[in-house]
């Protein structure tokens, strides 16, 4: 399993917010916006206070990727 964060990047931008003020108001440890920008998984509830300070759905700020075999079967 795979996971993308592209999307918060995007949101963050296009609501003119930086990374460290989202990490202050969510209340988020460095370590774990560290994961996030490595695209590693993080706990649900920690998406969930992300998306209740940019009042967003979990869809909004990650996406699932299926990481393939060596068949080119998902």
Same mark, same amino acid.
């Given at each position: 399993m795979s996971v993308s964060? &592209?999307?918060l990047w995007k949101l963050l931008?296009?609501?003119k917010m930086s990374q460290s003020e989202l990490r202050k108001e969510a209340g988020i440890a460095? &370590?774990?916006m560290t994961k996030m920008r490595r695209d590693e998984a993080v706990n649900l509830a920690i998406?969930?206070?992300i998306c209740d300070v940019l009042d967003c759905d979990f869809g909004d700020i990650m996406e699932h990727k299926c990481m393939n075999d060596d068949?080119?079967?998902v």
């Amino acid at each position: 399993m795979s996971v993308s964060y &592209n999307r918060l990047w995007k949101l963050l931008i296009d609501k003119k917010m930086s990374q460290s003020e989202l990490r202050k108001e969510a209340g988020i440890a460095p &370590n774990t916006m560290t994961k996030m920008r490595r695209d590693e998984a993080v706990n649900l509830a920690i998406l969930g206070r992300i998306c209740d300070v940019l009042d967003c759905d979990f869809g909004d700020i990650m996406e699932h990727k299926c990481m393939n075999d060596d068949k080119g079967e998902v």
